[in-house]
């Protein structure tokens, strides 16, 4: 039981939701009905090549429509992520058709609030 232990009050504090969404290569793809606001959006997209394998992570601290992408190395990048909103995040093509809105492309989210 992890009732009493810090594990569990963790537990008690937090609001996790899973999901995937298909791109559909917009600069602006709302991700809606996650039932509250996230503190943290986590995006992975489904690749054919695990080689191009990478995470996208945004906080509600993020500074514009800045995040972290996991790769190879650790770097803030722009017109991935672009909000946190009050019923999910919207998420950006970068205007080239890229990730995490690539057309026909899908994504797994992680969300915690």
Same mark, same amino acid.
């Given at each position: ?12 504090? /937090?609001?996790?939701?899973?999901? @995937? ?8 793809? +709302? =991700?809606?009905?996650? &039932? %509250? !606001? ?28 800045? /995040?972290?992408?996991?790769?190879? @190395? ?8 672009? +909000? =946190?909103?009050?019923? &999910? %995040? !919207? ?23």
């Amino acid at each position: 039981m992890i009732k009493n232990s810090p594990i569990g009050g963790i537990i008690g504090m /937090c609001r996790i939701k899973t999901g @995937s969404y298909t791109g559909d290569g917009s600069e602006g793809l +709302s =991700i809606t009905g996650i &039932g %509250f !606001t996230p503190k943290v959006v986590i995006i992975t997209h489904r690749p054919v090549d695990v080689a191009n394998h990478y995470l996208l992570i945004k906080t509600d601290h993020a500074w514009g429509d800045y /995040c972290l992408r996991i790769y190879t @190395s650790i770097q803030a990048t722009a017109n991935n992520i672009n +909000s =946190i909103d009050p019923d &999910g %995040f !919207t998420v950006d093509d970068a205007g080239v058709d890229a990730h995490p809105n690539r057309a026909d492309q899908l994504y797994d989210y992680i969300v915690i609030g």
